[in-house]
């Protein structure tokens, strides 16, 4: 389904990574893994992790991020559900359930918050980068704020999740969303669907917010993870693809001198 794990000793050895406590309200402190890239003030990044959480595949994910000159923050926003016996969808799933969406969503401004206040951070804007579950967020959060980059990778235009701890719907927020937004999906992705990602870029479209999305055929759901950058793997040029159309658009959006991956 999305990204469950991945060696941890993949991580670039010129970045530094700390262990950071997020405020995010009424006295909690959000985990995070913050990664750096070796020239600072840079521009900022925040994560929007898939089901699993935080994970080893995350915490990479973050490294490459500051290999490629961005402060990376990698939250851990199921802090008040705890960690999961085992890193895999089976457990995964119901704790999931118990997720309160829109509060993750204030959690996640609250790091963006953060990130603009630290001193390693450049800049005005926060890029906003998420997955699957993630995904959806990053969506969300350009509704709450004019000061996001947002790339979605298979997040879910018509939300996600049941009753009171399901997410705001994107497409019920277009109206207050502000670009630019960045997407890549797979046309074989049958749990998010390819009809729901076009009819929110034409919701966007007629806004005039703007939204440059991908669906790459024959691909399916969490392709970046699936692929391991495999260039065997069948979805490896979905994979590279993005990861590279990904920095160059934050490299536009947050900064103009960031370096080179």
Do not use: K
């Not at 700390?18 to 990664?35: H, I, N, S, W, Y």
């Not at 630290?118 to 959060?141: E, W």
């Not at 049958?190 to 729901?196: D, K, N, R, S």
């Amino acid at each position: 389904m999305c990204h469950p794990d991945a060696p941890t000793d993949a991580i670039p050895p010129d970045v530094a990574v700390e262990e950071v406590l997020v405020p995010v309200g009424d006295g909690e402190r959000m985990p995070g893994f913050l990664a750096l890239p070796a020239h600072l003030p840079a521009p900022a990044v925040v994560i929007g992790n898939d089901v699993v959480g935080r994970s080893p595949y995350y915490e990479h994910l973050a490294a490459r991020f500051a290999a490629a000159g961005f402060v990376a923050l990698d939250p851990e926003y199921f802090f008040r559900q705890g960690p999961l016996p085992e890193l895999t969808l089976e457990h995964a799933g119901p704790r999931a359930r118990h997720l309160h969406m829109p509060t993750t969503i204030d959690d996640l401004s609250h790091a963006a918050d953060w990130l603009l206040a630290h001193p390693a951070v450049s800049g005005d804007r926060v890029g906003a980068v998420g997955f699957c579950m993630g995904g959806t967020f990053a969506l969300v959060l350009t509704a709450r704020r004019a000061d996001i980059a947002a790339v979605c990778f298979y997040g879910f235009p018509q939300g996600s999740g049941q009753g009171e701890h399901a997410s705001p719907v994107p497409l019920e927020l277009v109206d207050a969303m502000h670009g630019p937004i960045l997407g890549f999906f797979g046309e074989d992705d049958a749990l998010v669907g390819v009809e729901p990602v076009e009819r929110f870029a034409r919701a966007l479209a007629g806004r005039g917010v703007t939204f440059d999305y991908t669906i790459y055929p024959n691909v399916g759901h969490g392709f970046m993870r699936h692929s391991a950058f495999d260039p065997e793997h069948e979805w490896y040029d979905a994979a590279v693809g993005s990861w590279f159309r990904t920095l160059d658009f934050l490299r536009a959006e947050l900064t103009e001198g960031a370096l080179s991956p």
